[in-house]
């Protein structure tokens, strides 16, 4: 009951934003004043807004038909955070969890609900649907995306507000004469592709199979696609914007393999079990791996095979009885498969570079989609997908994410444009929450991935406050002196950078991003302990942190602080409107106080209450790979060393950004000068962009002028000398169809012809005739008759 | 015991005759509603064709409601009432919604071309309604007198039809031709009517096999018993009688010039109509001929005989066409030779009927009937088409020879595409319904060719006649889309209900081709009908 009730709720908040969009689409050009109406903007508002509404009403009812209790087990283990003593006192929570389940896999059963929406295609056994997954993870994605939508659609009204007008002038096109490019205003349109951007992206959250993930996964990036593009006219959106759409097919490519190997092995595409009257009528992926007591999956013991289970771990057999299995390396090559389409959405190492790129889109747009949502819905497939992953994915996911936060730090350095470098934070923080994961902290990247959508979409906000406010100017260098000039926006990213970076404050108050950071430091922390081997996943994201602070400390003073460096931009420079400053201060308070408690408050506990058994635990023999994950307790116990060493990372960047920034002690120019090679390097984004154009786009034009050479040359010469055979021919044939054939069937034509006008003659219009051929008629065929027929 | 036998007819005929009369008694009174209309000059108020469109459409849907009956039953049925008369089942069913439906369609027509104007409207439909319910009684006729009854109820109101167009000279000698052979070969039929029934003993059709056999004494009837000679030159003169309605060939000399006379529409509706109710009638005294093994060499014979007659009757039909200018005139040897590819059916029915064979061949029977009821069914709207487009064109030029259609496609498309449609689909170009029509003939002519090897020679027949109709055919399309549109002849605008009628025909045309389900369905129903036929030999 309790899941058709959510399924409801969810529904609604789901499929709002797609009427929304048909409204905004279809009436939004045929209404009276298209150009001027700011109707579709709000109608595309109302739609998120109610859903947020409906999704917290979800997220409300979920909690009281759990009684909550997830949240209070959870914090009974954690008020006892001795390692001596969780060890028993996590066994008695899984027994009271688990009261009428045998099952220790099945405890998450209470909370998780899943089942069809509806049926794309049946395929002998097999079939396609679209399904529903709702657990805690479901629902604290659907809030913290329709809260930060709203926020954001709001936002847009007053960002977006020059395009209401007929006569639109893109400074930034350039028409073919050198003019700039005049266009009707697109601000209907704008809302529209955002409402279905909603859509989209709510139902991958809600999707309840893999396959439904990748459909929506390749709806929200055509939304990206056009939102990049929404100023098609400038080459540079436009180039982004397919730089996004095809870097993201690499990884696509690999989720496709994915899909493949688990539809040969597995059958099913779906997450969960759907059950009925507490019977299991259909097995969900999850429950088909099974996983021993040390956390490994269960292998058959001479092939090393992955067996898959019954939702009891009981082995399933195929048709002639044999054990059904999958090898152990194509549960590698899922896991990989699938982590390809996260590394291309989420913009992981290598394939990153579509990121900055895609700032070319409006503000909002990178605040909505290129921060806190559907870059992170990498990271949540990640997450969601995780209990089919093997340590060997699990390390390939932690290198990933570990290499990717120090390149797309290193960067965000040196870079100018404001929004910039909040671009390469996201790659950065995302590449957080995937070492996050990698490393067995799964809660501490979900979490992550939450507050940083908190405080990246209130940064990348105030940064188009920024924007707006000095006329559509990006570039740091021009700005500075802004504090007093738009005071409510200086303040609310003052939030965000603290957030960012992790800052600690007493009585509670500490910022959301100190929390976040800290368990996915702590659980890399409590890895190197288990695995000595991999001490860099460890100190490259403690150094990483304090290069964080810096940056982002180094933005704050750049833009608000010193002197006015370019005076035309300080004198014109403004506050926004109510409707920019209004979501500004919405999300500076989640960003702030979002993550309330840390590990003992409810958003963590709320994430943790569904996750995946074997977490909790860790895996504690080493297989193949060699690899150790920690559990709960290992993490617990580093979490103060780590956090303190994080904290004083953290303090350290920003206190160098002051000094380097923030006074005037240091001639910053005259260290730039000094490291020229070091700063052009980074500027260059480690010449990523050049690697890539003499990897694959050079020997690519190499090929297809070879391809083009070789078509003219050789295939376009057989082509003319068949063509000219035929010519040749067909003269041939023509002589001969013309005297032949035309003359056989002319032949016929007039044989036929003169017959006909031969019968003529008998139809002389004649009565008498007529009459006297009836007769005639009927003595002939008596004759006939009497001479054929049978005596 | 007088009395005994009135009651029991008078129950049978309240109790059943009745309901299965009602089509027609509905066809019956809606004319006499019509002719009060005029009396009391109610027709001025309220269009004529109004109530006949009503009288027609609740006709069709008496003959439906007794269709579903009919389907809804278990066992197939047919019986016979009004005292053996008329037999009652699908096959007549069939035959009464098929008439029901076009006779709507030719009402609709009418409305659209203005023939006949308000004046003579009553008098027309009634002629029209009267030579609908001929049409009916033969397609039920279970008797000889019904045979003769039905085909003279048709054919009185035809010949006046045909003279409609008082003021016209050629439509009064038309109808004149009309009636004088008409009437010469009414004379042959009932006297060929008399021989079999004064022989026989009976007028009932279903019992003609058996008593053929009585007369044959136990041994297989021949034509060296006189008696037998006898009855085989009454059915003989019979078939003459039929030849004529179905103009075959060497029956046929009315037809070109009834139609080149009569009005498009006129001409449209006998082509359909009076062919539709004299095949219905062929086949049921064909079957009541066949069915036991006495008769089967003499009516094995009769059937061959019959493709030859078709034979020739299509490529006569074929070639003569070829010379003419007048549209109507070429569709009426089109029509000639329709008949002669319809004809191709019933003789393929009759030779395997009659093989030793025929228990094991009863589907292929079903669906040799169920052919040519699919192919009068496709027909009924090709031709219509061709036909409303000669009448609507002939509306604005006042022409309806082919020069008058030249270049018309550059002034109105949809009725050339209507043309194209009904055209290809006369010719039996895949994928429209004329195919389908002309394949499930073929089908049933090679089957029946196993039987007897001169079908084969009916089949060549068949396939040649379709190339050789391939070029008259085209000659239409040809100076429609590829000619110029002479300056002297007046423009055809493009019509808008006009359009929307042709259309609605075209569309039907191709659906009966592109649509399986509606191919199936229509295709299954025939095949039903084809089994109820049936029944009467316990078959």
Known sequence: MVGETLKFWLMIAWLLPLAGFVVEIFFGFYSKNPRHSKAAAWCAVGCIGIGFLCSANALRIWGNANDWCVLEVAEHSNAHADPAHSEETHDADKALADHDHSDADSAKGQTAYSGVIYTLGVFGSLEVTLDYYIDSLTLVMFTMVTLIATCIHLFAIGYMSDELTDEYVDHSAHTADGGHVHRPGRFYRFFAFMSLFCFAMLGLVLAGNIFQVFIFWELVGICSFLLI????????????????????????????????????????????????????????????????????????????????????????TNEDGSNRQIPYYLMVVVGLGIFAGCVGKSAQFPLQTWLPDAMEGPTPVSALVHSATMVAAGVYLAGRFFPMFVQEVLLTIAYTGCITLFLAATIAMVATDIKKVLAYSTISQLGYMMLGIGVF?????????????????????CSGSVIYGCHHEQEMPKMGGLLWKMPITAFTMLVGVCAISGFWVPFGLEFSGYHSKDAIVASALAFNYANPAHFLLFLIPLLTAGITAFYMFRMWFYTFVGKPRDQHVHEHAHESPWVMTVPLVILAVFAWFCAYGGESGRLYLMLTGDEPAHVAAGVTAATAG??????????????????????????????????????????VEEMKRQLAGVHGFLANKWHFDELYDALFMKPAHKVAAFCAWFDGAVFDR?????????????????????????????????????????????????????????????????????????? | MFSELLNNLINNTLDKGLDYFSAELWLSGTIVVMLLMRLFSIDRLVPTFIVGLIGAAAAGWCSFGQFADLIAANDPVSVSFFGGMLRQDLFSVFFRIFLSLFLILTIALTVLTGIPDNEDAPDFYTLLFGATIGMMLMASANNLLMLFLGVEMASVPSYVMVGFLKGRKASSEASLKYVVYGAGAAGVMLYGISLVAGILGTGDMTLLADRIRVVAEGGTAGLGDPEVRTVALGVMLVMVGLAFKLSLVPF???????????????????????????????????????????????????????GVIAIITTTYGNLAAYTQNNLKRLLAYSTIAHAGYMLMAVAAMLVMLNSDQAAGLGKAINYSIGGLLYYLAVYMFMNLGAFAVIALVRNYTFNEDIDSFKGLISQSPALCITMLVCVFSLIGIPPFGGFFAKLMIFASVYQAAQIHWAMYVVLAAGAVNTIFSLFYYVRILK????????????????????????VVLAVMVALLGFLPQLVNGLSSIANEAGNAVLLVIGG
């Open chain 2, 252 to 306: 046929h000399f009315w037809c070109p010039d009834a139609f080149e006379g009569a009005s498009a529409e006129v001409a449209g509706f006998l082509s359909v109509a009076s062919k539709a109710g004299a095949f219905a009638l062929l086949v049921r005294f064909c079957v009541g001929l066949s069915g036991v093994p006495e008769t089967a060499n003499l009516m094995t014979a009769f059937g061959v005989g019959l």
């Open chain 2, 479 to 502: 100076a429609m889309f590829l000619e110029e549109r002479p300056a002297n002849v007046k423009s055809v605008p493009l019509p808008a209900m006009e359009g929307y009628y042709v």
């Open chain 1, 441 to 461: 902290g799964w809660a501490a990247g979900l979490f992550h991935l939450i507050t940083h959508a908190f405080f990246k979409s209130l940064m990348f906000l």
């Open chain 1, 229 to 316: 593009g929404f100023y098609t006219e400038r080459k540079t959106a436009s180039d982004a914007a397919n730089k996004a759409f095809i870097m993201n097919r690499v990884g696509d490519f690999g989720f496709l393999i994915g899909l493949m190997v688990l539809w040969t092995f597995f059958g099913t595409f779906r997450f969960g079990d759907t059950v009925v009257d507490d019977q299991v009528v259909d097995q969900g992926l999850f429950s088909m791996v099974h996983r021993d007591n040390t956390g490994n999956l269960t292998r058959e013991e001479f092939t090393g095979d992955v067996l898959i289970t019954d939702t009891h771990g009981h082995v399933l």
């Open chain 1, 626 to 667: 060699g690899i150790v994950l920690p559990g709960h307790d290992a993490i617990h116990a580093v979490h103060g060393q780590a956090g303190t060493w994080a904290l004083i990372a953290a303090l350290s960047g920003a206190l160098i950004a002051y000094v380097l920034y923030g006074t005037s002690v240091v001639n």
């Open chain 1, 718 to 791: 057989i082509l003319h000398s068949a063509a000219k055979a035929t010519v040749i021919v067909s003269k041939w044939d023509r002589v001969f169809d013309e005297n032949v054939v035309d003359g056989f069937v002319n032949l016929i034509a007039s044989a036929t012809q003169s017959v006909g006008t031969s019968l003529k003659v008998v139809q002389t219009g004649r009565l008498r005739q007529y009459v006297m051929f009836i007769v005639l008629g009927v003595v002939a065929l008596f004759a006939v008759m009497f001479t054929t027929f049978p005596g």
